[in-house]
Structure formats: C-alpha cells, structure tokens
C-alpha cells in the first residue's frame, strides 16, 4: 500500500477518495500533510509518504533531502517555484504541475478585476455598506473601450484573454518575447519590444508571466513611474513580480491610479502592504477557482502521485529522472 500526503489541503481526504475512486486506485492511501508557518511540512509529517500532493505550501532542498523515499512531488497548480526541483531531480523523485487545468478560469478572472477597476464596482460596495450613497465619488474612470491593456507574457491564459478584452472593445498589445510579431497578429494584438514601452503605453497592464530572472521585481518603482497616472496594474500571477512596497507607495502617491492583485508574497501568513488600500481590490488567490477548475486540479495533480508510484511515467512532469 502507498501513502500519498496531501499538504495544504482546503479539501477532507473524502474529496481525494473520491478521486482515487473516480482513477480505479485501491492501493494507496492518504494522509494529511500539516504545513508549519514557513511552509514547509511539520518535521516527522512526511516519514513513510511515498509521493507528496502539495495544495498550498512548499518543500525545499532540506526537506526533500531528508526524505529519500519520496517517489514524487505533485504541485495543485501552475507554478511550480514552491519545490526545489534540481534537489528533487537529483534524488531521483518526479515533479508535476498541472498546466492548462485553469486557464479559462484565471482569463476570466483577469476580465472581471479589469472591469472591476474601470467600474469601480468592489469601490461602490465598501462605500454602500459603509452608509455612502453617492455615485460620483473616488477616481473618475473611462470606459475601457478603446483603451489599451498590456499583457506581460502570451501563454495561454492571455491568449485567453486577449478575445474577452477585445470584445468589451480594448486594444491589446503584449510584451512577449518568445513569440513573433505574426504569431501575436493572429490574436490581433501588438507585438511590444520591452517591458517599459509596454509599460509607459497601456491603460492596464496586466501580468500573466512565471516567475523568472527577466520577471522577478518587474513591477517595481522604476517601472511604475513610466505608467500613466490613469493607468492601472493586474497581478495574477507571481508574487515575486511585484516589489509590493513600490506598488503600494505608487498607489498612495497617485503615480497610477488603481490595481487589482489575486497573488502576494506573503501568501503563508496573508499579509502585504497592499491590503486594505483604498484603490487597490485583493483578491486571495481564487483566480484559477471554480468547481470544475477545482476538481480537475485534484484529480490531475493526485494522478500524477500515482503513475509515478506504479513506475509510470506522469503525464505533467516538470523534470526527468532516470
């Protein structure tokens, strides 16, 4: 019999039954993995867990090191910064992720903080349920028709998007530099040089890109002092994109005019300096969650545990091993 640790979970381990019942599995059993406050797995949770399913929370190089028997690492998500794979490669132990399982979700997402910010709709229902009823009060936006959003990166999820936003009549453009200026003419969107051109020419930017050198810190003073004062700034997708502290300064300086954020750094303990910022919405990184997005998760992320532990090869691996 195989243990498989679920760490994180929001779920009871009922849900993850269900699961290995829907796959036909009847020989691994599960266990609840507790994360302490740095992320990381209690010290004793993951002796005698064969594979670990990580919802939220993370596994370093000490933790994977200590744990020999591990077979696989699975993440619920996209990203998979949060589990140190050249450690995990080298001992031999399978990373997934699961790609693709939200992209309608977290583009419709994107949509709606977008509308949101020029509608000021989270802006009038704090006001209304703090007693104020007047409609002309706070920033004075347009329509978004005819506006301009800048997309960082063009995988999936923009390319998602970029068809909503172009329906509520913006104009796109991107910054992208794995992709041609044709390919991005298929999705009638511009293609952009560099990031501070995008910056310093969008209505909205908006990131859609994974945490990597070129992406780390993006958002930072520098490049939130090109932006327009009019402008607005969406994060859906890293936290290490974002200087927060810079963001929050330029919020508060009126250097940009709002933003909207569904990630942060600080995601363990839910503390940024963005929350509780008048002109910034903060949504606790549901993007990527609806029942269907939600189910596929578990299900993708649970049966890549146990290909690996039946010595198949998982269908999302990140990494090879031997």
């Given at each position: 019999m195989y243990r498989i640790g679920i760490m994180g979970s929001s779920k009871p381990l009922e849900t993850d039954y269900d699961i290995l019942r829907e796959l036909g599995v009847d020989d691994c059993e599960l266990c609840l993995v507790p994360r302490g406050s740095d992320g990381l797995p209690e010290p004793g949770t993951l002796d005698g867990v064969d594979a670990l399913s990580i919802e939220w929370g993370r596994a370093d190089s000490d933790v994977i090191a200590a744990h020999p028997g591990l077979r696989a690492i699975t993440v619920m998500s996209v990203g998979f910064d949060n589990v140190d794979v050249p450690t995990a490669t080298a001992a031999g132990i399978w990373v997934c992720n699961v790609p693709g399982y939200c992209t309608?979700?977290?583009?419709?997402?994107?949509?709606?903080?977008?509308?949101?910010?020029?509608?000021?709709?989270t802006w009038f229902d704090d006001k209304v349920r703090a007693g104020v009823w007047d409609d002309m009060i706070g920033y004075e936006p347009p329509r978004p028709r005819g506006q301009r959003a800048g997309l960082v990166f063009f995988g999936s999820i923009p390319q998602t998007l970029a068809p909503m936003l172009q329906a509520i009549g913006m104009e796109v453009a991107a910054w992208a530099p794995t992709?041609?200026?044709e390919f991005l003419a298929g999705f009638g969107v511009e293609k952009v040089e560099t990031p501070e051109e995008?910056?310093?020419?969008?209505?909205?930017?908006?990131l859609h890109c994974p945490l990597v050198p070129a992406t780390q810190d993006l958002v930072r003073r520098e490049t939130l002092a090109l932006m327009k004062p009019t402008a607005f700034l969406v994060q859906t997708a890293r936290?290490?994109?974002?200087?927060?502290?810079?963001?929050?300064?330029?919020?508060?300086?009126?250097?940009?005019?709002?933003?909207?954020?569904?990630?942060?750094?600080?995601?363990?303990?839910?503390?940024?300096?963005?929350?509780?910022?008048?002109?910034?919405?903060?949504?606790?990184?549901?993007?990527?969650?609806?029942?269907?997005?939600?189910?596929?998760?578990?299900?993708?992320?649970?049966?890549?545990?146990?290909?690996?532990?039946?010595?198949?090869?998982?269908?999302?691996?990140?990494n090879e091993v031997a």
């Open positions: 309608y979700d977290v583009a419709l997402h994107t949509l709606g903080l977008i509308v949101d910010l020029y509608k000021k709709i992709k041609s200026a995008l910056f310093a020419t969008s209505d909205v930017v908006s936290g290490g994109c974002v200087v927060e502290e810079d963001l929050a300064q330029a919020l508060l300086s009126g250097t940009i005019r709002a933003a909207a954020v569904d990630v942060i750094r600080d995601e363990v303990h839910g503390r940024s300096p963005l929350i509780g910022l008048e002109n910034c919405v903060v949504t606790p990184h549901c993007a990527y969650h609806s029942a269907d997005s939600f189910h596929e998760m578990r299900l993708r992320a649970i049966k890549g545990a146990v290909d690996a532990l039946h010595g198949l090869r998982p269908e999302d691996p990140v």
